[in-house]
Nanobody
Framework: QVQLVESGGGLVQPGGSLRLSCLTSGVIFSIYNMGWYRQAPGKQRELVATITSGGGTNYADSVKGRFTVSRDNAKNTVYLQMNSLKPEDTAVYYC??????????????WGQGTQVSVSS
């Protein structure tokens, strides 16, 4: 059974920091591309950051320079370090695991989400 469990969300003041974690089980973590997405009330889910199985990273323009995605394959965990948080970063943050297998099948899994609220 595949499980992605996010943690680390909470309430923080503007300019503050949080680190999200996503512990993954039931898959060979090291071969999956991992991502963080977020969904604010009334908005569509959007990509925040991704990190490939090889360690390559990609960020949404809105978070470049403020957020850092990383992974620890020994701990089956992906992280999102969020600095200089803004009220517009308020959303539910979701962890995603993704890979294509040779048969052309896509394996894609989601966590349950963790709430991040940025407010004074």
């Amino acid at each position: 059974q595949v499980q992605l469990v996010e943690s680390g969300g909470g309430l923080v003041q503007p300019g503050g920091s949080l680190r999200l974690s996503c512990l993954t089980s039931g898959v060979i973590f090291s071969i999956y591309n991992m991502g963080w997405y977020r969904q604010a009330p009334g908005k569509q889910r959007e990509l925040v950051a991704t990190i490939t199985s090889g360690g390559g990273t990609n960020y949404a323009d809105s978070v470049k320079g403020r957020f850092t995605v990383s992974r620890d394959n020994a701990k089956n965990t992906v992280y999102l370090q969020m600095n200089s948080l803004k009220p517009e970063d308020t959303a539910v943050y979701y962890c995603n695991a993704d890979r294509w297998v040779t048969s052309g099948t896509r394996l894609n899994y989601w966590g349950q989400g963790t709430q991040v609220s940025v407010s004074s």
